[in-house]
DNA sequence: CGTTGTTTTGACACTAGTCAATGGGTGTGG
DNA sequence: CCACACCCATTGACTAGTGTCAAAACAACG
């Protein structure tokens, strides 16, 4: 209630990407009671973790987040990342819970979208559904996406592939696609990737030996996404990576 | 018209994992209307290409399918298989067009689904709806476990977490979950793990060797299928692995 | 300023890719 | 029914690329 004064769905620089897409400005407004808005996090507190069960999903509405699982032994698998305008939470429409612990990467603020009162306004407003069902398929598109990063063989292309794939997505938010601020650890990249950190550190230097990159700590700026994409090429799919740039 | 004598949604020993779950009886005969069912494939027809206009999905009858892209040099990248129940074209709903190429792997059968009257279907009829917002979500959930394969550093744990999950989609059909065989060649194997054929090769003869699995051609038998599951638990996530099996 | 966690770098071992040759299965046509 | 061709799978030899381990450099934080 009291962060509704500070934002609102009309205000947001991210709606076109999130849920309101497609609706009219009423529906908007009804949507947006139901919305608990700008929930902070700080780096490295739990959104919510494997197993929790789902009342909510939430989109991003500043920072990022990482998604993984871990064994008994405490063993992380990193599963991937979201960064602003991206929903959390979509598998776990299926099975009720969760599937996967999603933390902060850095202090972070999320929309919380309760699923009770969700499924309730779906009805109510088809375009909302609609709305919906398009972010569960572009989901579905996207992982397909990070398959094709991951089938690759070689741990260069897989690199080049990971920072295009930042790349569009940051473009898409309207931030540069040139540069950028990883805020993951090299060791959440390469376990992404199925690299170790030592290989991602030093793909890192190769491209940036190479004149295609520059790395200063976490930040990454792209000289030459040509270069880059024609890493890919002779290995993997040329006509995908245009959807990437 | 013809084919809706020889066989109906509620006969279909698949219905419970396929659109027509959680409806009643008049429900599905509704939904059965729209349905266009055992459309024949054979071995290597192409069902759908990437970029076609997505105009219906597809679920499998029978057989299996693969999905995957192309470069201009006419390189295969494989992102994955569909196996009998499985919904196809599902990332579509977002672009309205395919965004891979799906080919039939053996003679295969397939149920069309007209997405114009789907949609007009899923307002009537909200548990369609509900049950569409499942099948999206557990889309999500299966490929998130596609990535978990993908981001391990180890062949032999590749090979092993394929395996087991062909054996936990088999099981989930109600065929057996210790024989079954591969109808894709090893080469797409390879492409879709990120490994080579001989890789594949090589790693089968080793769980052969381990007397682990047996093997001749494309016939699988799992002799160990705790074995199996150990062999990834050093190096990933065994939790994960209980829903697997 | 010291502590802690992260990243980089080097040395080495070993895994997996590549290339090439062989073997096996299937299907076609004589 | 056999011979041939084709595709796929296997195996071996070799090499390139990565993982592992360890140490050092660096940054962030209190």
Chains 1, 2 share one sequence.
Not at 5 to 12: E, F, G, H, K, V
Not at 50 to 71: H, P, W
Not at 86 to 97: R, S, W
């Amino acid at each position: 209630m009291i962060n509704t004064i500070t934002t609102t769905c009309l205000d947001c620089r991210l709606s076109d990407l999130c849920l309101p897409h497609g609706l009219d400005i009423s529906e908007i407004e009804t949507l947006e009671i139901i919305i608990r808005k700008n929930r902070l996090l700080q780096t490295g507190e739990i959104l919510y973790a494997k197993n929790d069960k789902c009342l909510s999903l939430f989109a991003v509405k500043s920072g990022s987040f990482r998604r993984f699982i871990t064994n008994e032994q405490g063993v992380e698998q990193t599963m991937g990342f979201y960064l602003p305008s991206e929903i959390m939470g979509l598998d776990a429409l299926f099975e009720g819970k969760f599937g996967y612990h999603v933390t902060a990467l850095e202090t972070s603020s999320v929309c919380e979208l309760p699923l009770s009162r969700l499924n309730e306004l779906c009805i109510q407003i088809p375009s909302l559904q609609h709305q919906l069902n398009r972010i569960l398929s572009k989901e579905i598109g996207d992982i397909h996406q990070q398959l094709t990063i991951l089938g690759n063989t070689s741990a260069k292309a897989k690199m080049a592939m990971f920072l295009l794939m930042l790349s569009r997505r940051y473009a898409s938010l309207g931030y540069s696609n040139t540069t950028f601020n990883l805020s993951m650890r090299r060791q959440d990249i390469g376990n992404f990737l199925g690299l170790s950190n030592e290989s991602i550190s030093r793909q890192l230097t190769a491209l940036s030996r190479d004149k295609i990159i520059t790395v200063q700590q976490r930040a990454i700026h792209i000289l030459d996404l040509n270069l880059l994409q024609s890493i890919i090429v002779p290995e993997s799919i040329k006509c995908e990576m245009h959807s990437l740039c």
